[in-house]
């Protein structure tokens, strides 16, 4: 009979081969065994783990295939922020970079390791002891998505890494991408059996990497290549960043086969030059080049700013220029009724993307470019910068073409555009043609909605901007007070909603109506009003009876308001139909809290608090609006000015530097005590 440790050798030993061969087919694109070959080994670990559940399953080639699809997507915190970069577009701008790091190190014998910027979505990938525990998306740098599900199905990720003595724990940073003719592929794929097509590389990975069903992530030609570290392990160190790197290989991660170390800013400017000749030959998008500091001790000499490392910038490739034709003009309607000219495009290609429309922003840049509908047009497109037209090409234009109007009236409703701006916000569909779908009220509507629920003002999640077209287009929505009326059959004419992401959206509408009387202020849309002077107005009038007798005097008397402002309050707020709309919804069930004056015998008033981990008894954003609301300036980063730091589970580099600068720490469990100690 075999023993259960002979057992576990064969299979170790099977695991091992089978990731060797698939590090050697998707990294080294060098396979030394056929499918069939490799087939039979992965079968044979499959009988193994099925046969024997005593073994350790962890890294195992087999939980690659996809897993029970996920409810939601949990929040996944950085313990060292994932920062943006600055950006150079000039040779001039590499020097000024160099010249700003010249001034602040002692040692002057710089080394720069250089490497192409792919133009994927950046992941975060947490191994401890050699394990890969947990993925993430950047997020807003501070908290993003747990995508470890779908980090697990992509076959260059080693689920285990290889050779030993590795960090106790250590973030590695890459970016996911698909390579080109693998994109191209798929999209005729799609297209061929009538199915959405994506509009680049990039943003299909962004869909692939969120979906909920880790198969989905599985049957797509996803890829990666690492650049970087986040939190490592105080215990462990690299000699630099090509040292990192070229230990990053030897664990079997993929490295970008062009990174190369120069000595000097004219070398970084000859590979950039280099990389720009090479980039269409290259088999996946990039846009441009990322220089950092190879020695790591400078790095952290130089450290960060509060949106990017000062050791690093991105070389961004020269905005990309073709040339189209014009075949019109429309006119889009935003909130406030202003009309925004857009270029229709006879359709051209350009860094990877078809475009068929440009931005002309207002009339005057029209006039200023003499453009005409037929007209041929250069038009630039820098990174995700919408696409703008730059100059007109005169001698190709025809008599026929024609000069460009600006509307003074709807063409469908035929009223004049003054009243669409005096209906800020337009409350409703009563006065608005409901026949037909272009008819300028239509988008302002669309628009209004879609800044009522955005996140600073009513916060109703799931409700994106898709959605709300249909629900309009649909006449499922006719006016903002139909959103609270929504039930699951609402949602019977509309693809891609399942019954838990119904329920979800109801619940998230249902929980807008607690919500403070600034973020319903701002919600409703009202020309001037920002979020800062909805809040003055909350703390002022303390209700939104009160705001319907203010005088104009009156909100001028608020911090923040002046003339134009309070002119546009007291028009909103004593027109008749909008005090009726705002009392039927307030009968609705709505409870709007005022805004809190802060106490200036309040303990944390004006005081920095950093918060780190994950928090298990509030999210990272509802904590941040109580603290704000006791006077506190919420901070990223720590420093010796930091006076607390609220720490919740899996907290990293942010705990220990806080301890080192003996920083009062404030821990999960102890956050309700404390935030109830402080809020008179």
């Given at each position: ?8 050798e064969?299979?170790n ?5 089978i990731?060797r ?17 490799y ?16 073994l ?16 939601n997507?949990?929040?996944?915190i950085h313990?060292?922020?994932?920062l ?6 000039e040779s ?9 790091i010249?001034?602040?190190i002692?040692?002057?014998n710089?080394?720069y390791?250089?490497?192409p ?12 002891r050699g394990i890969?525990?947990?993925?993430g998306?950047r997020?807003?740098g501070?908290?993003?998505?747990d ?14 890494l290889?050779g ?10 890459g ?6 003719n ?19 590389p ?7 990497i ?17 650049h970087s ?14 040292d990192m790197?070229n ?14 170390l ?5 070398d970084?400017?000859l ?5 720009t000749?090479k980039?269409d ?25 509060s949106?990017s ?14 040339s ?7 006119f ?15 359709p ?6 078809t ?6 922003h207002?009339?005057d ?20 910068v919408?696409p ?6 005169k ?8 000069k ?13 555009l ?5 209906l800020?916000?337009?409350l ?24 009522f ?16 077209d ?12 139909d959103?609270?009326f ?8 509309l ?14 509408i ?24 909805s ?5 002022r009038f ?34 008749e ?13 709505f409870?709007?809290k005022e805004?809190k004056n802060?106490s200036?015998?309040?303990m ?21 609006s109580?603290?704000e ?7 990223s ?15 990293g ?16 469990k ?6 109830k100690?402080?809020?008179?």
């Amino acid at each position: 009979m075999v023993s259960k440790k002979d057992i576990k050798e064969s299979y170790n030993s099977l695991k091992e081969e089978i990731n060797r061969h698939n590090f050697l087919y998707h990294n080294k694109d060098n396979p030394e065994i056929s499918d069939t070959e490799y087939d039979k080994l992965f079968l044979k670990l499959l009988k193994l783990e099925n046969e024997h559940n005593f073994l350790d399953k962890n890294g195992s080639p087999s939980s690659r295939v996809g897993d029970t699809p996920q409810s939601n997507l949990k929040e996944f915190i950085h313990e060292v922020p994932m920062l943006s970069l600055d950006n150079a577009f000039e040779s001039e701008d590499l020097f000024e970079f160099e010249k700003r790091i010249l001034n602040k190190i002692k040692d002057k014998n710089l080394n720069y390791s250089c490497e192409p910027k792919i133009d994927g979505v950046a992941v975060s990938l947490i191994y401890e002891r050699g394990i890969l525990v947990k993925a993430g998306t950047r997020g807003d740098g501070e908290q993003g998505e747990d995508i470890t599900h779908n980090v697990k199905t992509i076959k260059q990720i080693p689920l285990e890494l290889n050779g030993s003595h590795h960090p106790n724990k250590i973030e590695i940073r890459g970016e996911i991408f698909c390579e080109k003719n693998e994109f191209d592929k798929l999209n005729a794929q799609y297209l061929k059996s009538n199915q959405k097509t994506f509009a680049n590389p990039r943003n299909f990975v962004a869909g692939s990497i969120r979906q909920l069903n880790s198969e989905i992530a599985a049957a797509r030609p996803l890829k990666i290549q690492i650049h970087s570290s986040g939190f490592v392990d105080q215990n462990y160190s690299f000699k630099s960043h090509q040292d990192m790197l070229n230990t990053f290989s030897n664990w079997n991660l993929p490295i970008n086969p062009d990174i190369k170390l120069v000595n000097s800013i004219n070398d970084v400017i000859l590979y950039c030059e280099k990389l720009t000749k090479k980039r269409d030959a290259l088999n996946y998008e990039i846009d441009g080049a990322v220089i950092k500091i190879d020695n790591l001790s400078i790095q952290k000499e130089l450290g960060f700013s509060s949106r990017s490392p000062k050791w690093a910038i991105a070389k961004k490739f020269k905005a990309e220029e073709g040339s189209t034709q014009v075949v019109a003009v429309n006119f889009q309607m935003g909130r406030t009724g202003t009309l925004t000219p857009v270029a229709q495009l006879k359709p051209v290609k350009l860094g990877g993307v078809t475009i068929s429309n440009a931005t002309l922003h207002n009339m005057d840049e029209i006039e200023r470019l003499d453009l005409r509908i037929g007209d041929f047009v250069k038009i630039k497109r820098a990174g995700d910068v919408i696409p703008k037209v730059i100059k007109v090409d005169k001698k190709k234009r025809k008599e026929k073409n024609k000069k460009i109007l600006s509307p003074t009236n709807c063409p469908c409703c035929a009223k004049e555009l003054s009243f669409f701006e005096e209906l800020t916000p337009n409350l409703g569909l009563s006065n608005i043609s409901s026949k037909n779908l272009n008819c300028y009220g239509y988008s302002q509507f669309k628009e209004n909605l879609k800044h009522f629920v955005s996140r600073q003002a009513m916060d109703i999640d799931g409700l994106g901007s898709k959605t709300i077209d249909q629900m309009v287009d649909k006449k499922i929505i006719k006016s903002i007070k139909d959103l609270y009326f929504l039930n699951e059959e609402s949602f019977k004419q509309l693809d891609g909603f399942a019954e838990k992401s119904i329920n979800n959206l109801i619940n998230s509408i249902n929980k807008s109506k607690k919500t403070k009387l600034s973020n319903f202020i701002y919600a409703l849309g009202i020309k001037e009003i920002g979020l800062e002077t909805s809040k003055n107005l909350s703390k002022r009038f303390k209700t939104l009876e009160n705001i319907f007798h203010a005088s104009v005097d009156d909100f001028i008397a608020v911090d923040d308001i002046g003339e134009v402002a309070s002119s546009n309050l007291y028009s909103f707020f004593s027109y008749e139909l909008n005090k009726k709309f705002l009392r039927e919804m307030t009968d609705l069930g709505f409870e709007l809290k005022e805004e809190k004056n802060l106490s200036s015998s309040s303990m944390l008033l004006s005081k920095k608090i950093a918060i780190t981990g994950k928090l298990s008894s509030i999210s990272r954003d509802k904590l941040k609006s109580d603290l704000e609301e006791l006077g506190v300036k919420v901070v990223s980063s720590i420093s010796k000015n930091t006076d607390y730091v609220i720490v919740g589970d899996d907290a990293g580099s942010k705990l220990e530097k806080a301890k080192a600068l003996n920083i009062e720490i404030i821990h999960d469990k102890d956050l309700s005590s404390f935030l109830k100690k402080n809020e008179n």
